[in-house]
C-alpha cells in the first residue's frame, strides 16, 4: 500500500491550497481515509476523515474552512483548504484512517507565512 501526497505551498494568509493523494496497492473505494498533519514540534493530528461512503468529519480547528472528498475512480482523496491560518503550516499526509498498519508517506508541506 502506498499514498503520494501532493499539492502543498507557500500561500499567503487567507489563500487557498487543494491537496491531493493517490493511493494504490488496496481497494480503495471500501476504506475511510484521512487527512493529517504535523507541525514543527507538535504531533500529527487528524484533520478530516472521509468514510467509503462519503461521510465526513473535521477537527474543530478546520471545521467550516477545509473539505475533503474523494474519488474512487481514480483512487484519490482531496483535501481543499481555504481561509488559510499560519497555524495550518504543517506536513500533511493520507492515510486509511481506520487502520494502524499503514506505513506514512513523504507528506506535502504547506506554508502559510505570519
Known amino acids: 500500500v502506498r499514498f503520494v501526497e501532493s499539492g502543498g505551498g507557500l500561500v499567503q494568509p487567507g489563500g487557498s491550497l487543494r491537496l491531493s493523494c493517490a493511493a494504490s496497492g488496496m481497494i480503495f473505494s471500501i476504506f475511510a481515509m484521512g487527512w493529517y498533519r504535523q507541525a514543527p514540534g507538535k504531533q500529527r493530528e487528524l484533520v478530516a476523515r472521509?468514510?467509503?461512503?462519503?461521510?465526513?468529519t473535521y477537527a474543530g480547528s478546520v471545521k467550516g474552512r477545509f473539505t475533503i472528498s474523494r474519488d474512487n475512480a481514480e483512487n484519490t482523496v482531496y483535501l481543499r483548504m481555504n481561509s488559510l491560518k499560519p497555524e495550518d503550516t504543517a506536513v500533511y499526509y493520507c492515510k486509511r484512517s481506520d487502520y494502524d498498519g499503514d506505513n506514512w508517506g513523504q507528506g506535502t508541506q504547506v506554508t502559510v507565512p505570519s
Open positions: 472521509i468514510t467509503s461512503g462519503g461521510s465526513t
